[in-house]
């Protein structure tokens, strides 16, 4: 079945510390990826996303590249904030065939000291 | 525009006894997702809703059970709570199904004690 594994956590950098958070998923076809961010107490937001291969998605400074020969989209980031602190899941939705369900990695907890 | 929004924010519950959450989904937004995310873990999903009918189901027993409302909001039921039922429940909505962004709430905190 289809299945999203990310590295372990946590992670623990120092500010403007380079950031990588690695994440390999299964899935038959082309599945869409995405990473989606859930800060202390919060709900979930929508990070990036990339649909097809070789695809980049960025934001706020954070990037991931769609490789789909490595069946990977690693995130990272070159200098981290302390506000980036948080819990990254990594997650991929089959289009056109599961109608927008999302499965999720275990989540990648994040903490950046000053 | 306001987003996702989901009732109440934090409840604690009983063994054995029922629990209803709510979720109204972003404005234009016609399908609704429910989640169970227990700590320390992703989200797994449980059902979707489109149409007022549940279109596809994930791993749960039949104590969790919805429904959609002709405005497109959902309610999320638990019956007979377990201790393991203690967990974020986050809804998600989308606008026609596969391809388009989709958007969750806050989340509604279940305690069973």
């Known amino acids: 079945g289809n299945s999203v594994t990310q590295m372990e956590g946590p992670v623990t950098l120092s500010e403007e510390a380079f950031l990588t958070i690695n994440c390999t998923y299964t899935?038959?076809?082309?599945?869409?990826l995405f990473w989606y961010v859930q800060y202390p107490g919060e709900g979930l937001q929508l990070l990036l996303k990339?649909?097809?291969?070789?695809d980049k998605g960025s934001n706020k400074g954070f990037e991931a590249t769609y490789r789909k020969e490595t069946t990977s989209f690693h995130l990272e980031k070159g200098s981290v904030q302390v506000s980036d602190s948080a819990v990254y899941f990594c997650?991929?939705?089959?289009?056109?065939?599961?109608?927008?369900?999302?499965?999720f990695g275990p989540g990648t907890s994040l903490s950046v000291i000053p | 525009d306001a987003g996702v929004t989901q009732s109440p924010t934090h409840l604690i519950k009983t063994r054995g006894q029922q629990v209803t959450l709510r979720c109204s989904p972003k404005?234009?937004?016609?399908?609704v997702s429910w989640y169970q995310q227990a700590l320390g873990q992703g989200p797994q999903f449980i059902f979707q809703?489109?149409?007022?009918?549940?279109?596809q189901r994930g791993n749960f027993p039949d104590r969790f059970s919805g429904h959609q409302f002709p405005n497109y909001s959902s309610e999320l039921n638990v019956n007979a709570l377990l201790l393991g039922d203690s967990a974020l429940y986050l809804c998600?909505?989308?606008?026609?199904?596969?391809?388009?962004?989709?958007?969750f709430g806050e989340g509604s905190w279940l305690t069973v004690v």
């Open positions: 997650a991929l939705i089959k289009m056109k065939t599961s109608y927008d369900k999302v499965i």
């Open positions: 899935a038959t076809g082309y599945p869409s």
């Open positions: 998600a909505s989308s606008q026609g199904g596969s391809g388009n962004t989709i958007y």
């Open positions: 990339a649909t097809k291969a070789d």
């Open positions: 809703y489109y149409e007022e009918e549940e279109r």
């Open positions: 404005s234009g937004h016609d399908t």
